[in-house]
């Protein structure tokens, strides 16, 4: 089973800075790494997929980079509603595998 | 617009059964990838079973196998999963999901909200 890193487990932010999030596969995944977004009482929400391809709808503040085992998730200036918890997911072999996410909190 | 909404979920014993449905709407369901996936505070997100199109792939997480089965009916636009023998530590919200055709397994672009499974005695 593939396991995925992410760090920093929280980040402390103010709206307006930049946000750089983190994750680490234990094995080459190949750009099969997707970007989810989650606040509470909801499902998660699809940013990135393919390591850099911005899901419909999402807003290009959010970008993605990376291949094989590191990958970032960058929110070049964060807007309120971006305060949540951020996933990472590789869909490279079964199971399909999750980090315990990062959550980005207003400092 | 695509809407998954989930069902069946409950208090069940330790040792019983449930049966969850995944409803599925405004997509052609019967092309789609369908995926369970279950979330605990302190596990977080794990991918529980997954089932292609025509039914014809089944893949399990090893923590169900042999105790859960997936499966669906494109007829009806559903998919199910059949819990038996559970344990304290199938305890979690569990969600369907899906995603674009063309791409397997897809990215997960749609989700339902969640049915809670509590497994106590």
């Known amino acids: 089973e593939i396991v995925l890193t992410q760090s920093p487990a929280t980040l402390s932010l103010s709206p307006g800075e930049r946000a750089t999030l983190s994750c680490r596969a234990s094995q080459d995944v190949s750009s099969y790494l997707a970007w989810y977004q989650q606040k509470p009482g909801q499902a998660p929400r699809l940013l990135i997929y393919d390591a850099s391809k911005r899901a419909t709808g999402i807003p290009a503040r959010f970008s993605g980079s990376g291949s094989e085992t590191d990958f970032t998730l960058t929110i070049s200036s964060l807007e309120p509603e971006d305060f949540a918890l951020y996933y990472c997911?590789?869909?490279?072999?079964?199971?399909?595998?999750f980090g315990l996410g990062t959550k980005v909190e207003i400092e | 617009q695509v809407q998954l909404v989930e069902s069946g979920g409950g208090l069940v014993k330790p040792g019983g059964s449930l049966r969850l449905s995944c409803a599925g709407a405004?997509?052609?369901?019967?092309?789609?990838?369908m995926l369970w996936i279950r979330q605990t505070p302190g596990k977080g997100l794990e991918c529980v079973s997954d089932?292609?199109?025509?039914?014809?792939?089944?893949y399990y997480a090893d923590s169900v196998k042999g105790r859960f089965t997936i499966s669906r009916d494109n007829a009806r636009n559903s998919l199910y999963l059949q819990m038996n023998s559970l344990r304290a530590e199938d305890t979690a919200v569990y969600f369907c999901?899906?995603?674009?055709?063309?791409?397997?397994?897809?990215?997960?672009?749609?989700w339902g909200r969640g049915t809670l499974v509590t497994v106590s005695s």
């Open positions: 089932i292609r199109s025509g039914g014809s792939t089944i």
């Open positions: 999901a899906t995603g674009p055709t063309g791409y397997y397994p897809p990215p997960l672009q749609y």
């Open positions: 405004g997509f052609s369901f019967s092309d789609h990838y």
């Open positions: 997911q590789q869909r490279n072999s079964w199971p399909w595998t």
